[in-house]
Structure formats: C-alpha cells, structure tokens
C-alpha cells in the first residue's frame, strides 16, 4: 500500500472529450505534484500544490487544469488534448513543499493515458 | 543548470549477483538530497534510498546501498543478491533547495533467473 492512489489507472480519450485523472493520499501530507512521464524521456513535473495552493506551473498548456479541494485530493482535468499528450500522469506527495529539500515524494501508481 | 546522467540504459545481471548502476550529476552547490526511485512494469514509482550531501556515509537499505562521490559528483547503486522482483527501470533524481526533483534518464534493470 502506497497511500498514494490514482484513478483511473488507463484512459482513452478522443481529443474532443472532457476526462479528470483523479489522485488522493492517505499520508497526511500538505503538497502533491502532477508529473508526466513520457517514453524515453525523463520525468516533467507539471503542478505543485502546497495546502491546497498552487505553487508551481511548469508552462503547462491551458488544456490541463489542475484542481486541489483540499490536501488530500488533487486532480488533473483534461479537455482537448492532442495525441502528443498521451503518457504516464503521475502523482505524488510529500510532507510540505520543502525549501530545503529534505522531502521525500511518495508516488502512486500512475495513469497510462492514450489520445487518439 | 543542474543535471542526471544515468549512462547504462539497460542492464542485466543474474540471479542472485550483483550489480551497480552508475549515476553521475553535475551542480554548483554543496548542500542537496540524491534519490534512487524503482518503477517497476506495474508503473508504480517506488523510492529505493536516498542520500544527503552533508553525510560521508553511504546510505544502506537491506541488499541496496550506494556509493556517494561527492567530489566526483558520482552516486552508484549497488543491488546485493539480485532477485527477480529487482526487475523494473530505476531512476537517479537530485534535488536542492527546493521541491524540484531532476531525473535521470532511467536504466532497465533485467534479472536472468
């Protein structure tokens, strides 16, 4: 058991649909992250949430929407993507936000995503 | 910029040996954190060890530990007694003063049985 949990673990989706990718921890930590994980290349952090806050947008494209109600929930909304956005969305979370880089981030299982 | 280079992108090793994967990095500071993740097939990203800057000893989990080059900014895994559920890609990751993880490109870890 992670405490990081992901739903849906697979999507498809037309470039015309409306999906959320939904992630919720059960560690009591305060940030939580978006990630994408494309092949072959390393990880791109998207999102950084501290209590409930955004704090970081990594130049995202408008057509994901970020969505924090409280600590324990993050979700990740998808509207007109196109096929180069199909990958690996990844959550984590951590205690805080950590300024000194002490955190450690703790990642649930993922959503393998295809846009056709 | 600060960056990973995991230059293995696959590996092997048979049951039961050991292996070492190579990670090196390149930064300006003093102070920071060095991460090994393992994702195995079922996507899940999994923390292996990590290690902060400011301690000469290496840090040690069961059959995993590492070999922490400060000077040579090098931070080797080495796996103990391979199992067959080593399997999966593992990932070195740096992070400084801030929450921002910078990853490597990954090595594909394969277990002969």
């Known amino acids: 058991e992670t405490g990081v949990t992901q739903t849906p673990r697979h999507l498809v989706m037309g470039m015309t649909n409306k999906k959320s990718l939904k992630c919720e921890q059960h560690l009591g930590h305060n940030a939580m992250y978006w990630y994408k994980q494309s092949a072959k290349k390393p990880l791109e952090l998207m999102f950084v949430?501290?209590?409930?806050?955004?704090?970081e947008n990594n130049s995202v494209p408008s057509r994901f929407s970020p969505e924090c109600p409280n600590s324990s929930h993050l979700f990740l909304h998808l509207h007109t993507l196109q096929p180069e956005d199909s990958a690996l969305y990844l959550c984590?979370?951590?205690?805080?936000?950590?300024?000194?880089?002490?955190?450690?981030?703790?990642f649930g299982p993922g959503t393998r995503l295809l846009v056709l | 910029a600060q960056t990973v280079t995991q230059s293995q992108p696959e590996m092997s090793v048979q049951e039961a040996e050991t292996v070492t994967l190579s990670c090196t990095y390149d930064t300006s500071e003093s102070d920071y954190y060095l991460f090994w993740y393992k994702q195995p097939p079922s996507r899940q990203m999994i923390l292996v060890i990590r290690q902060e800057a400011y301690k000469q000893q290496n840090a040690t989990e069961n059959r995993f530990s590492v070999n922490f080059q400060k000077a040579a900014k090098s931070f080797s895994l080495k796996i103990s007694d391979s199992q067959l559920g080593d399997a999966a890609m593992y990932f070195c990751?740096?992070?400084?003063?801030?929450?921002?993880?910078?990853w490597g490109a990954g090595t594909k870890l394969i277990i002969k049985p």
């Open positions: 949430y501290n209590f409930k806050e955004q704090t």
């Open positions: 984590a979370s951590s205690q805080d936000v950590d300024r000194q880089g002490r955190e450690t981030q703790y």
């Open positions: 990751a740096y992070k400084e003063s801030n929450y921002q993880l910078i």
